[in-house]
């Protein structure tokens, strides 16, 4: 005998969960270092990006600040002066005695500015790409230009108006290099930058105003388009100082301006203004200005210095902003950096404590979850399935524990309870509803009988009545329907179609089949283009899958309109297509529709559709068949439905006819015309089958003579039956064979009526399903004569 050593080396299932048990707490800790690393390379990417982005704003506004102190004040004197010697070209061209030496001497002072700026232009800055390089290139092309003008007014060459345009248009172009100077990397900067290029723009119009004025020389005459400008520029200065400047200025600011507008000068200035527009003189080619004008000179020039300190004074206060703004933002980044950092190490010393109570904490709980999943579960599961009882004792129950851990064992146990309940409750509702569909077709069943029986007794008494058949005709299409939506029910509940087609059928057949199921079936036009049959196995399934696709044509389709049936071999099998005229149909319609019937819905589904539970039986037929179902807009606007069959369900012809009964006689070649064709055998379709009678085998076929589309006797179909819970199956739906009721009267052919007749009589009704089989049959017969 042999002894088990207590202290040997485990079992290998023991080892492996080991190993499991093991790599799950790598796995683990390898999360929870993610879990901290990438909030943390996150967050140290986001510190990357804002302090970079502060340091470049820092950057930018240093380099503004530096452009502005490099560029803005030479360009502000030079501004200046240009404004003055703009002035004085003015009057020299209007005869007012403006000696040469003062001429040159003004002439000196710009070219003094124009020097200064110059220089500083051509000072390297500290961006490559600076935007306002552009514009002070531009000043500085304009000013090529200076001395030629300055030449062209020494020798009274062109015009004055040319010779004040250019200094107006150099002047122009500086304002625009302080309008880019105000476009800075800082809103509440870029906001306290425009006053003062509004500024700049009152300067230059009250200068535009004083070049004017001293266009008018000692006579005081403008021309019509100078006193228009001059109007304009009263206008517009008084604008941009009232709404565009002093709402906009620090509380400095607007005091500085309040002390100038206070001023005797200021006032005298809209004193000589006023009477310039209000005390004119029109005269021949333009206006006559009153004596006030000539105190301009000399109140503009004790009011530029003013405003020259105020323009000035801003300036210096938006630099020192600017300033302080970059330092700040600077001041900022290392606040930010210095957070940061103190973040990240504590955010460190977090997971590294977290890691280690959460992975000693996970091994605990891993092993009871281990045990649920890999044995508890799937054997509840299983007995489940078997239909066997499941005891709650089994189940894992809560603990009660109350750290996180405990409680996250305790919802998992609740969450298994739950989901074994479920499961328990739907299997039970679809047992149930197995059931309750069973029960629903058997009740349907014992109503269609009642129907049929009903119709038998009124074909018994009121035969002879031919208009009465007609109408019983309608009745017995009716209960077909009703035969069809038990077949429905069964098949949406899980059952199949039984199938009690011994021999195979022609495809013409099935497709006279599928049509005799359908209400409007005078609608109906076949067309069988291929010589071919379909198995036995599979009559029933494929013929009420495409009655339910021809009763939904009939239905959505103009009441005068055709629905075509076409059957024809392809790659893949058969091809039926099912073509009506029907109402349009939007292509996402046709998406949903066809998703219908390539997936079975759940119950929910179909209970929100009830009132297309056809598509969903073609679904589950096109299933079982394995065949493809699409549908698409017709050629015609309305609705194509594209059956493809397989191949295992067709058969050749001549094979079913080596194997089938004896053939009928052949049919003739040209039948005479509305004389009734008798039915043919493998025509008939199989039904329910209620109050059954019994048939002798060698009993012959009794001929029709009415000619009314009824049902052929055939054999008893097999109903589904449904299991019980206990596991027997419930009793069959009562079944009959029809047409053996008839009165022997109603069996004898009809005599052939005269052509040319067509009245609407019950008799060409009765009359009107045989002639349209007989013409069926005869293109039949002419197509099998035309194949090879």
Known sequence: MTSTDPEGPPPEGQRQQTRNRRRGVVRLRTLLIWLAVVPTVAMGAQVFVSADRLLQQSSNLRADVADGERIGRPLYDLMAQMQAERSMTAARWAGSPVSRARLKHQHAATDRAVAVFQRAAGTADRRADDRVDRYVREVQKQLEELDAYRERTDARSGSADRATGYYSDAIGRMIRVYQEFSNMDDAGLTQESRPVVALFAASEVLAREDTLFASAGPARRLNGARFGELTNSIGAHRFLYGTSIVPYLPEDGRKAYARIAASDAWKTMYGIEDAALADHHDIPNGVA???AVRDWPAVYGKLVPQLTALNSERVQAVIEHADATADALEAEVWRMVVGSAAGLLLVVAVVVFTTRTVLRRMAMLHERTVTVAEKTLPDIVDRLQRGQRVDAATLPGPRGERDEVGRISDAFARAVTVSVEGYRQLADERHGFGMFAAGIAARTGNLVSRQLTLTEEL???????????????KSDQLTVGMRRQIENLL????????????????????????AAEVEDFRRIDRVALDEISVAARSISAISHLLAELLDNATRFSPPASKVAIRAELVTDGLSVEVEDRGPRVAAER?????????AAP??????QNAH????????????????????????????AAIVIIPQEHLVSTEEAATTGPATAAPAPERPAPRTPAPPREEERKPELLLHARPVAPDEPAEPTGSGLPRRQPAEARATVRPLTRDGSAPPPLPERVPQTHMARQLREPRAAEPAGQDTATPEEVADAWADYEQGTETVETELRQDQP
């Open 602 to 607: 759940p119950y929910a589904v179909l209970a």
């Open 459 to 473: 074909q018994d008494t009121f035969g002879h009545d031919e208009a009465l058949l007609a109408q019983l005709m």
């Open 612 to 639: 297309r539970l056809g598509l969903f039986v073609v679904g589950h037929l096109a299933d079982q068949l394995q065949a493809r179902v699409t549908l698409r807009r017709s050629a015609y606007g309305g609705t």
């Open 590 to 598: 046709y998406a949903e529709m066809n998703a219908r019937l390539h």
């Open 289 to 291: 200005l009153p004596r």
């Open 491 to 514: 098949i949406l509940a899980g059952g199949e179609i039984p199938d009690p087609h011994t021999e195979p059928m022609r495809v013409a057949d099935l497709l006279r089949e599928a």
